[in-house]
């Protein structure tokens, strides 16, 4: 279970033996409460820090942009949804809010990845979302 106390306790633990570059993930951490000051202690520890978060696009909602050095937006679409704002996005995140991410990660000029499964079910829905991708 998510819990900033646990969160301090391991990132000073591993800072202390030479861990600079941390990475959040899941379940979702932009469905955490207490995901922003986690960011903020990460970030506060020292200037060499690097924080990276893997999402499913719900970060959107999150006050981290300023604190995170890298966003890694992991989708996918499933084989009975062909509008890829129905895709298969856990916890009803849509492809609206994966793309609100992005827009929000780059408006901060941090990197944004993705991560996606590639199939013959889903390969042309893929490619017209990496072409939005790019626009944003």
């Known amino acids: 279970m998510f819990s900033l106390d646990k969160?301090?306790?391991?990132?000073d633990f591993l800072h202390k033996y030479g861990v600079r570059d941390f990475e959040f993930t899941g379940g979702e951490p932009g469905e955490h409460s207490e995901v922003e000051e986690a960011c903020k202690y990460i970030k506060s520890m020292s200037p060499d820090c690097k924080l990276a978060v893997i999402t499913?696009?719900?970060?959107?909602?999150k006050d981290v942009f300023n604190d995170i050095?890298?966003?890694?937006?992991?989708?996918?679409l499933s084989q009975s949804n062909k509008s890829y704002d129905k895709a298969m996005f856990p916890h009803g995140c849509t492809w609206s809010k994966v793309s609100k991410t992005a827009?929000?990660?780059r408006a901060h000029n941090k990197i944004v990845r993705t991560n996606t499964v590639v199939g013959t079910f889903n390969i042309d829905d893929l490619l017209s979302i990496s072409e939005d991708l790019v626009q944003l």
Not at 7 to 11: E, N, T
Not at 56 to 61: E, F, H, P, R, Y
């Open 7 to 11: 969160i301090k306790r391991q990132a």
């Open 56 to 61: 499913n696009g719900a970060l959107c909602a």
């Open 69 to 76: 050095d890298e966003v890694l937006v992991s989708y996918h």
């Open 103 to 105: 827009a929000a990660a």
